[in-house]
């Protein structure tokens, strides 16, 4: 034993009995008047991290009755051996005194400074079964070097507890590798004698996929035994709702919880009402979520949570992130004071490991992108050398924020575009004519006809039936189907169709031909009934392979040319385009989106369908097949966007700062949402101008001037602040009453409300539920609705309504659909109302430098933008721009969109895949030239993001630092599991926002390749044209069979055994055009597993050569019930058995079967297609058998032949629940993959249908 260990010191209960024995007679003696049980038993002081620690008193029977409960949750017995290793005058290990000396177990304790090493050699040597870390110890345990040859060297460790902190997804896996044993997580108080709850999971948890193991693991776990924890909203004192997401008050009470804290000049302590509540209720001051599974998840101290603008930062969630990064050791999170647009920066103190580089704070705001949403990154990164502990290691927090009290210098936002060039940068949506080009001949196939009509909102049913008539007057079969509304719209009766052609979907137009609350009401179900049969049609498309989709509409009183363009005059209409631009970026669906000239009869409307329709199928371009058509007066047009030259001459006529017109001088002006970080700068660019009188805020919570900047501060305009939801109209219309009577004439009230989860994504719309869409259409549908109609009522007519809408209601995102189809509304409405002679005005921006819903989507968003070649949109200078507009008074098309080049030159090719930018993307550009040399690739800042992002979560799987990540080495030789593999690309997919399939790490051997097949994906229109390249070769080209080896130059060692030399003849009947040459194939090396040996599989090549050659009949019969793929009719046990012999191997051969040697798990492999279990073995026995060893880099391609079995079905039966295996373990696609995964192969894999075999030759 080493020296260092001898100072182990164990503990049994027989000696501290012996000790016992010596002591005084009166000192075991109990007064009978005393009550022992209340009588205090230890006292603490908490740890002082926000402020002055506070003394706590624990009595007996706080004590008792806690020790009992950690028996009974720990499973404690007289054989458990616990190893005391954190401070003992801590509660994180002075339970287990108590708990583990009830049971007569025995104690270890481990004198000393804490040390890595000697902990896990204790460990190992003492017989050690429990023991309790704070947090820093584990990450310490797992960062030494010692732990990397010591997984799973704890032979009678069964439990190991965490607490302190919460510990990363990452550090957790590693920690259960480590100590082979359960392994959880506790959050706990010196107030509630230790624990507050576990994370340890039971049996029916642990039969969970290990994705939601994970997720109850990671977080602090179920309540304790004898503690009754609630969560409630410190505002209203009500409890949550149990989602996951609602953030509230952890509340304690129950037999461990103290009775209050000790004051100075106090011998008792008492309750008091600051921190317990009616019910003994104490208020522990931590914010938690509480999930559907009664799981609590601590993410901040309610005095510590930043607020950014109008989001809450919680410090643990930024800590978190921080942490995860290899180089930093220990971080603090907190709020500063920023400029009045942003409320609170987020700052981090960071400590780094010893001997670690210094990362830049670009470069540490770059890790955590990959984490957090952009307003939650650290904006002020500084680097000390030592941080302020307390006793039991947390960060004083208080200390930190003393050292900033000197006077700093305030940030501002930068602008990289000024107020005069954001002028530049201004779109609208202009209509050209374009003719409808017939194709040669009508498509054959089938058409789906679907109408989205009701009683209130009607699609005639003349048009139905022309539609239906004219499709099969083309040639064409077509039907009406029906679509069932809810929750989750479907098709439900396809008229008998098992696989359409396209779907022609009819939209019901015309519902705010008259305007008020029954025209808002048929409004808002025309939204309804318009999305629903849109979700339902995706998800036909998306089930049954359908590639065209046309969405016809008819107004019944359409308006004549105006400026030479259509107006559009229906909002539910405009809603659902956007909805179709954003979903047509998800999948490969061509849409058609036609609106119909209201003069035109039921059979003209309908032909004309039926000839968009034709064109869709039939054009070439993909930008032909998806295109917005408007008919007006037989004249077709398509909308663009285009310079909008009106804005351009503004800039000369903005007299000061903030200058909204003169209408504005002496008004009001109500601003709704502005609460947030953009209303702040709003309302603080208005009031440094002085027109106006009034600056009304709606919104649901209170402020001050001081709230937003000294410019607010020091205007003469008041501010008031008035409640109002409006979702309502009747609050609508109590808001503007109060306007009316309470401040100067309004002249424009600004609706910048809005709505996106905490991501910044929905699902994909073929995931999409009802329920999913309602919170993001309600601020911009309901409320812009409400807000009108109010504001018609009572205000006077010239009052003006401005919507702050988003270019991603024009342009195609994936993943807003929802939010798309909201901006949509906004900018319909407000043309419709500016048609009516009203005043309204619609403000598409594009993303927001530094702010914005949009930035919640993380880095995948930041890469996505800058491939586009978009910009950002600088606040102040937008700010500005938009007083330039409100001073136009309707000079300017009542709809702008605003989004700044990120350079200077034109748009770039990849923009022309949205059908409006088409008119901005240059026509030379636009077109890809398949025959040029050289295929427009990522650029550079793509393919920077992309490997940074891989980089980062493929550190913190593998646990080491971002320069050490292997990115050209094989996965499965840097330790890359096949769960592993899923998480890495899961997380990938999220970070990136794009959806990627389970399967991809499979697909790709090192990150290296991964990040080229991320950068394909992100750009795919330059690697279609790189496929039709590749795919498209030199007419008559002969393809060679390779006869030397791929893997280098030189010759092959000499082997035993036959090389078998084959002459390769395609047959006349299947001869190709450009008619192959016969080669020689030479056979190096192979392997089987065969049906035909004496235990009726064979292994042997040479006895299934022999087999072949003497015609041997191999197949057997099979177990029964087990398919045949193609029975054989004339065999005997055809009669006999009404199935006939197949080729099924023997059990054994499928069984026999080694996870570990082929880099798999036990859960895994028993799970697994038997196929791939087959191909991975006899792909490694053929390379064995070539002469070929596991070389790192080999360009060797895989080529598998391989069908589906019954395989799937049985596994989905018997196994159970689904878990991360199972997606990867029943795709026989994956065959291919797995050989070059284990034997780090790097050539290309390829799967095919074994029943077209010769594909692979």
Not at 193 to 199: A, D, P, Q, R
Not at 324 to 343: D, F, K, N, T
Not at 731 to 753: D, E, G, T, W, Y
Not at 1194 to 1215: C, Q, S
């Amino acid at each position: 034993m080493p020296d260092d260990l001898r100072a182990c010191t164990s503990v049994s209960l027989e000696s501290v009995f012996a000790k016992i024995q010596d002591l005084p007679q009166s000192w075991l003696e109990r007064p009978a008047e005393v009550g022992v049980s209340s009588m205090p038993c230890e006292m603490y002081f908490t740890s002082g991290t926000s402020g002055r620690s506070k003394g706590v008193l624990l009595s007996h029977e706080i004590v008792h009755s806690h020790a009992l409960h950690c028996i009974a949750e720990h499973r404690f017995t007289a054989a458990d051996v616990w190893l005391h290793v954190a401070p003992m005058f801590h509660l994180v290990d002075a339970f287990a005194m108590f708990a583990i000396t009830a049971v007569c177990g025995k104690h270890v304790l481990l004198p000393g400074a804490f040390d890595a090493e000697r902990t896990l050699d204790a460990m190992c040597t003492q017989g050690i079964t429990a023991t309790n870390m704070a947090t820093s110890m584990v990450n310490l345990l797992l960062a030494s070097p010692a732990s990397r040859s010591m997984d799973g060297r704890f032979p009678r460790l069964r439990l190991v507890s965490c607490g302190g902190a919460p510990l990363s997804k990452a550090a957790l896996l590693r920690a259960q590798r480590l100590f082979g044993c359960e392994f959880f997580q506790s959050y706990g108080m010196t107030e509630c004698c230790g624990k507050v709850s576990m994370s340890m999971l039971n049996d029916r948890q642990r039969a969970l996929p290990m994705g939601k193991q994970l997720e109850m693991l990671c977080s602090s776990g179920k309540p304790f035994q004898g503690i009754d924890v609630r969560v409630c909203d410190p505002e209203t004192g009500e409890p949550i709702a149990p989602n996951g997401t609602a953030v509230g008050e952890v509340q304690l009470r129950g037999p461990t919880v103290f009775q209050g804290y000790l004051r100075p000049n106090q011998e008792s302590a008492t309750q008091d009402a600051e921190h317990f509540l009616p019910g003994g209720w104490f208020r522990t001051g931590d914010l938690a979520t509480l999930s559907q599974e009664g799981f609590l998840r601590v993410i901040d101290r309610l005095k510590d949570m930043i607020l950014v603008g109008s989001e809450n930062v919680y410090c643990i969630e930024v800590e978190n992130a921080l942490a995860a990064h290899p180089s930093v050791a220990l971080c603090s999170v907190y709020g500063v004071p920023g400029p009045e647009m942003i409320g609170e920066f987020v700052k981090a103190v960071v400590m780094l490991r010893e001997g670690a580089s210094q990362p830049s704070p670009e470069e540490l705001q770059t890790f955590c992108s990959t984490r957090l949403a952009d307003f939650k990154i650290p904006r002020i990164i500084e680097y000390v050398r030592s941080m302020p502990l307390n006793g039991s290691g947390k960060v004083i927090k208080a200390e930190l924020k003393k050292r900033d009290q000197e006077p700093r210098q305030e940030e501002t936002t930068p602008d990289d575009v000024d107020c005069q060039d954001i002028n530049e940068h201004c779109y609208q949506v202009q209509w050209q004519r374009k003719f409808l080009t017939p194709p040669a001949q009508a498509s054959a196939g089938q058409w789906l006809v679907l109408s989205a009509g009701s009683e209130s909102v009607p699609v005639s049913d003349a048009l139905v039936a022309g539609v239906v008539e004219q499709f099969r007057a083309s040639g064409v079969q077509a039907g009406v189907g029906q679509c069932s509304y809810g929750d989750w719209p479907m098709v439900h009766d396809f008229a008998g169709m098992e696989a359409p052609s396209g779907l022609c979907l009819l939209l019901p137009a015309g519902s705010m031909v008259e305007q008020g609350p029954e025209a808002d009401a048929k409004v808002r179900l025309a939204v309804q009934r318009g999305l629903g049969l849109l979700l339902a049609a995706i998800r036909a498309s998306e089930a049954r392979q359908i590639r065209s989709i046309l969405v016809a509409s008819q107004h019944p009183q359409q308006e004549l040319l105006v400026a030479g363009r259509p107006v559009a005059v229906d909002p539910a209409l405009a809603a659902c385009w956007s909805f179709v631009r954003a979903a047509a970026a998800e999948s490969q669906v061509a849409w058609r989106l036609v609106e119909l000239c209201s003069h035109a009869s039921a059979a003209d409307a309908a032909s004309t369908i039926v000839a968009e329709a034709h064109s869709t199928i039939a054009a070439q371009e993909p930008a032909e097949r998806s295109e917005e058509v408007v008919w007006s007066q037989g004249q077709r047009f398509v909308p663009r966007l285009q310079l909008a030259e009106q804005v351009s001459e503004l800039a000369q006529q903005l007299p000061r700062a903030g200058y909204i017109g003169p209408t504005g001088d002496g008004s009001s002006c109500v601003v709704v949402g502005g609460s947030g970080s953009l209303g702040r700068l709003l309302i603080s660019c208005l009031a440094k101008c002085g027109q106006l009188s009034d600056i009304v805020i709606v919104s649901r919570r209170q402020g001050s001037k001081s709230t937003f900047g000294k410019e607010a501060a020091e205007s003469p305009c008041q501010i008031q602040f008035m409640p109002a939801d409006t979702s309502d109209l009747d609050s609508c219309r109590n808001l503007m009453r109060s306007v009316k009577n309470q401040s100067a004439p309004c002249s424009h009230i600004l609706n910048l409300a809005g709505f996106l989860p905490d991501s910044g994504m929905v699902p994909v719309a073929k995931d999409l539920r009802w329920a999913d869409c309602v919170p993001v259409l309600r601020p911009k549908v309901d409320g812009t609705l409400n807000l009108a109609t109010a504001s018609d009522e009572i205000l006077q007519p010239e009052t003006s309504l401005v919507c702050f809408s988003s270019i991603f209601g024009v342009l195609s995102y994936p993943r807003l659909a929802p939010y798309g189809a909201a901006n949509g509304f906004q900018d319909g409405l407000m043309e419709l109302r500016s048609a009516s002679g009203k005043a309204a005005q619609a403000v598409a921006w594009g993303a927001w430098a530094e702010t914005g819903m949009a930035h919640r989507a993380g880095a995948g968003f930041h890469a996505y933008w800058a491939s586009e070649g978009m910009g950002f949109v600088p606040p102040r200078a937008g700010m500005e721009l938009l007083c330039r507009l409100l001073a136009s008074k309707n000079r300017i098309p009542p709809q702008i969109c605003v989004f700044p080049a990120a350079s200077a030159g034109p748009w770039p090719s990849g923009l022309s895949r949205h059908v409006l930018a088409r008119g901005i993307a240059t026509a030379d550009e636009a077109e890809v030239d398949m025959d040029a040399d050289e295929v427009e690739a990522p650029g550079p800042a793509l393919a920077t993001d992309i490997r940074a992002v891989v980089t980062a979560i493929l550190g913190s799987l593998l646990a080491c630092e971002a320069g050490d990540v292997p990115m050209d080495e094989p996965f499965a030789t840097v330790g890359v599991t096949s769960m592993m593999a899923v998480d890495l690309t899961a997380r990938v997919g999220k970070a990136l926002s794009i959806s990627l399939p389970a399967t991809l790490a499979f697909e790709v051997v090192s990150a290296e390749q991964l990040c080229t097949a991320l950068e394909a994906r992100l750009k795919p229109k330059a690697q279609k044209a790189e496929e039709v390249r590749i795919l498209a070769p030199k007419s008559r080209r002969r393809v060679d069979f390779i006869q030397t080896p791929l893997w280098g130059s030189q010759e092959l060692p000499p082997r035993s055994g036959e090389m078998f030399e084959h002459e390769l003849q395609m047959p006349a009947a299947t001869a190709m055009p450009c008619a192959l040459q016969p080669v020689r194939v030479s056979i190096v090396g192979g392997a089987c597993v065969l049906p035909g040996g004496r235990f009726g599989t064979s292994e042997d090549v040479q006895q299934v050569w022999k087999n072949l050659v003497n015609g041997a009949d191999c197949i057997m019969l099979p177990p029964k019930g087990r398919p045949v793929a193609a029975p054989r009719e004339t065999s005997p046990a055809f009669d006999t058995l009404g199935y006939s012999e197949a080729g099924y191997l023997g059990a054994e051969a499928v069984t026999c079967f080694d996870p570990a040697a082929y880099g798999m798990s036990q859960s895994e492999a028993e799970i697994v297609d038997p196929q791939q279990r087959l191909c991975v073995r006899t792909a490694l026995e053929a390379m064995e058998d070539g002469g070929l060893s596991k070389t790192r880099g080999n360009p060797l391609g895989v080529y598998v032949g391989v069908t589906t079995v019954d395989f799937t079905d049985i596994v989905i039966k018997e196994a159970g629940a689904p878990s991360a295996y199972t997606g990867p373990a029943l795709t026989t696609a994956i065959c291919s993959n797995r050989a070059p995964w284990f034997t780090w192969l790097c050539g290309d894999p390829v799967s095919s249908c074994s029943m077209s075999s010769a594909l692979l030759v």
